[in-house]
């Protein structure tokens, strides 16, 4: 699957005024859900620069109000412009373990990013509104696709879509 996408950060918002914002063309957020992500880079690396090319490896331990714990492990390839990249993921049983792998494959953990996490769509659109441990509040919105897209035109057609339709919403 190959995401392209764009984040917004809105260090004074809270996540209620932001959805307020968009209640006229967003609704239906998915309830709350707590997301870890432990990050995996090359311990092959000589700086820490994502070019395209670059591997990242993720697990995900995602925990709703029921208390249910769904573990992922994602694969990321970068793509030529920065947050696009080909996705490959699959629900694991045993993160633990799977990291343990990980290592063993010379990837390192890089950082833990612990956030809480709603979602909506809106036409191709999907959108994640994070609230990220020490960082704030993050509004991602992001095009899905399981063919290679020009990232580039992508990713300006998300900005555009912001311009036109998501500023205008926003106090």
Known sequence: MYEIEVKLHFPKATVLELQNSLAKIIQNWTPPITQIDTIYLSKNMTEYKIIEGTKIVRIREEQNKTDNVKQILTMKIQQETKLSSLEYETEISDSKAVSKMIEAW???????VEKTRQKAKYGDYNFCLDTVKDLGLFL????????????????DKIISFIEHTIYQHID
């Open 106 to 112: 010379d990837f390192v953990e890089f950082v833990c």
């Open 140 to 155: 991602e919105i992001e095009l899905l696709s399981s063919s290679k897209l020009d990232s580039k035109s992508a990713q």
